[in-house]
């Protein structure tokens, strides 16, 4: 699979067009309005062309290279779920889900790829926004499809459930088949982090890490606008507490010889996560580097995509572009 080429709005971290890359896409632009983020795909990968800009505001017009490109991928912020689907800030989400949609009408990729949240796919609350997505993928003349992946399936040590739309211009449609499971057992948190935990020189890793052996819950990055870096919400807390694992801070720097724990005598006696082991449950590759203060990298390690899940739907979507015999017809999947 070779010359494909992506663009990918709302890049973040770059946890998404990593993945893709490994599928053997080439990055034509990545757009991103965050500064750090930015810094964090020029400094791992400065040949790809990263513009800091918000997509409500981007003319593609001004960036012809990207038209008629094999996908356009987009890792969007999560619309929240039905608890606060009325809120401001979701509805700045759906914003931008809607503006990638009218991307599509200006770039005319052969491939859509939107990564949200999992009720997106068939929760009612989110009925209508699937309808305008219908609409506007039936004008263009796509097929799609809805569906889930949890990360933890392709080897990410973290249960991490994505709500993924792919969709295909009709002729590549059939060809298309959502990416099987590449692991029959998960990794877990002892596993992924293990070898880490004792490069302070911590004389306990090998315990904390022998009992640590389910996958992580769902990272979370938080929000932009309150608090500082954790590892989620209080159900979150909870799961990391019972591995011995301080859910409320992320540490600067992994335990030293000197660091007891005893996680039964509550938050100061467990060990604390650092932002690249965080990188390491999200399926980072270890030299990946992130810019920026310590919560700004936590946020992006947080909000992105894990790079083995955009490997896996990027050789999926590959697939089906390379495969011959266009497909006859047109029916939408929901």
């Given at each position: 699979?070779?010359?494909?080429?992506?663009?990918?709005?709302?890049?973040?971290?770059?946890?998404?067009?990593?993945?893709?890359?490994?599928?053997?896409?080439?990055?034509?632009?990545?757009?991103?309005?965050?500064?750090?983020?930015?810094?964090?795909?020029?400094?791992?990968?400065?040949?790809?062309?990263?513009?800091?800009?918000?997509?409500?505001?981007?003319?593609?017009?001004?960036?012809?290279?990207?038209?008629?490109?094999?996908?356009?991928?987009?890792?969007?912020?999560?619309?929240?779920?039905?608890?606060?689907?009325?809120?401001?800030?979701?509805?700045?989400?759906?914003?931008?889900?809607?503006?990638?949609?009218?991307?599509?009408?200006?770039?005319?990729?052969?491939a859509l790829l939107i990564e949200n949240v999992p009720e997106l796919v068939d929760a009612a609350d989110f009925e209508s926004v699937r309808d305008f997505v219908r609409r506007e993928l039936e004008?263009?003349?796509?097929?799609?499809?809805?569906?889930?992946?949890?990360?933890?399936?392709?080897?990410?040590?973290?249960v991490r459930r994505q709500g993924l739309l792919v969709a295909l211009r009709k002729e590549?449609?059939?060809?298309?088949?959502?990416?099987?499971?590449t692991v029959h057992e998960h990794l877990s948190v002892g596993r992924a982090l293990g070898r880490s935990?004792?490069?302070?020189?911590?004389?306990?890793?090998?315990?904390?890490?022998?009992?640590?052996?389910?996958?992580?819950?769902?990272?979370?990055?938080?929000?932009d606008r309150r608090g500082g870096a954790d590892l989620g919400p209080t159900g979150t807390k909870k799961a990391w507490a019972r591995m011995g694992v301080d859910g409320g801070t992320v540490a600067d720097s992994v335990p030293g010889p000197d660091f007891r724990w005893v996680p039964e005598a509550g938050r100061h006696g467990m060990v604390r996560l650092t932002t690249e082991q965080a990188a390491l449950l999200q399926g980072f590759p270890s030299d990946w580097t992130f810019t920026g203060r310590k919560t700004a990298r936590y946020r992006q390690i947080g909000h992105a995509s894990p790079p083995p899940v955009g490997e896996a739907l990027g050789a999926a979507i590959g697939a089906a572009l390379n495969a011959s015999g266009p497909a006859d017809g047109y029916t939408s999947t929901p």
């Open positions: 699979m070779s010359g494909l080429r992506c663009v990918d709005v709302c890049a973040g971290a770059g946890g998404l067009s990593l993945g893709l890359e490994a599928a053997g896409f080439e990055p034509v632009l990545l757009l991103d309005n965050k500064p750090a983020a930015c810094g964090t795909l020029r400094t791992n990968r400065p040949a790809w062309h990263v513009l800091e800009a918000d997509l409500l505001d981007f003319s593609p017009s001004r960036h012809r290279d990207i038209y008629d490109v094999d996908l356009l991928a987009a890792g969007l912020p999560r619309v929240k779920s039905a608890a606060t689907v009325a809120r401001t800030d979701t509805e700045a989400e759906l914003r931008l889900l809607e503006a990638t949609l009218y991307l599509a009408h200006a770039v005319r990729p052969r004008h263009l003349g796509y097929r799609f499809r809805w569906f889930v992946l949890n990360a933890a399936d392709f080897g990410v040590p973290q590549y449609f059939e060809e298309f088949r959502p990416p099987e499971p935990m004792a490069t302070g020189g911590w004389p306990e890793a090998d315990r904390w890490a022998a009992q640590a052996g389910s996958v992580a819950p769902t990272l979370v990055g938080g929000s």
